[in-house]
């Protein structure tokens, strides 16, 4: 267990849906991420947050919404998804500071299917 | 454009072999190279790298930086079937983390 936990697990959707997906760390981290991994694909960070503010959005679409309620909690909220929207999603934390300045510590992932 | 190449793609040794991976990079404001190790699940970190010529080590790993040359290795020595796994390498550059597609090792007994 890293201290990052992350649900559902799974999670099928049709591309009419909404659905979020949650992430909490139990770390004392102010910084948390989101990232997207593709089969066959290098890792993709797609948002960053520093003590609860957004500070990279990585040219994602908006059909994904993230919120950071709390330095604890992140949420990536999902709506009118695309088949190719299916990975795994994966949610890490860290210390505050640049990306790649700390090291990152991941939750287990949720493995999205769209419909 | 920020490239992050690992190499090779993949890999079969056997136990006891020791394995060298590469990564390769090309971005703007280099600031660390990490290693993290991805089984079935979350990716586990391995190492940070800041600095030059200085070998990181945990028990039968170990990870060097080179940054005129633009590169990294991680060596895995007397492997076991539990270093099966795919080995990421990223960059922290900007305001990013770029990672590589990663390195398959499969170790058979």
């Known amino acids: 267990e890293t201290g990052v936990t992350q649900t559902p697990r799974h999670l099928v959707m049709g591309m009419t849906n909404k659905k979020s997906l949650k992430c909490e760390q139990h770390?004392?981290?102010?910084?948390m991420y989101w990232y997207k991994q593709s089969a066959k694909k290098p890792l993709e960070l797609m948002f960053v947050?520093?003590?609860?503010?957004?500070?990279e959005n990585n040219s994602v679409p908006s059909r994904f919404s993230p919120e950071c309620p709390n330095s604890s909690h992140l949420f990536l909220h999902l709506h009118t998804l695309q088949p190719e929207d299916s990975a795994l999603y994966l949610c890490?934390?860290?210390?505050?500071?640049?990306?790649?300045?700390?090291?990152?510590?991941f939750g287990p992932g949720t493995r999205l299917t769209v419909l | 454009e920020d490239k992050v190449v690992q190499s090779p793609l993949s890999l079969v040794v056997h136990e006891g072999d020791t394995v060298t991976l590469n990564c390769s990079y090309e971005?703007?404001?280099?600031?660390?190279l990490l290693w993290y190790k991805q089984e079935k699940k979350a990716p586990t970190f391995l190492f940070m790298l800041?600095?030059?010529?200085i070998e990181k080590k945990s028990g039968r790993l170990s990870s060097i930086l080179d940054k005129k040359e633009l590169f990294s290795i991680l060596n895995i020595t007397a492997t076991q079937t539990g270093d099966s796994a795919v080995y990421l390498c990223?960059?922290?550059?900007?305001?990013?983390?770029?990672f590589g597609a990663g390195t398959t090792v499969t170790v058979r007994a």
């Open positions: 990223a960059v922290g550059h900007d305001y990013k983390l770029s």
């Open positions: 971005v703007t404001n280099f600031r660390s």
């Open positions: 800041t600095s030059s010529g």
């Open positions: 947050y520093n003590f609860k503010e957004q500070t």
């Open positions: 770390l004392g981290h102010n910084a």
């Open positions: 890490a934390s860290s210390q505050p500071g640049l990306a790649g300045a700390n090291e990152q510590f």
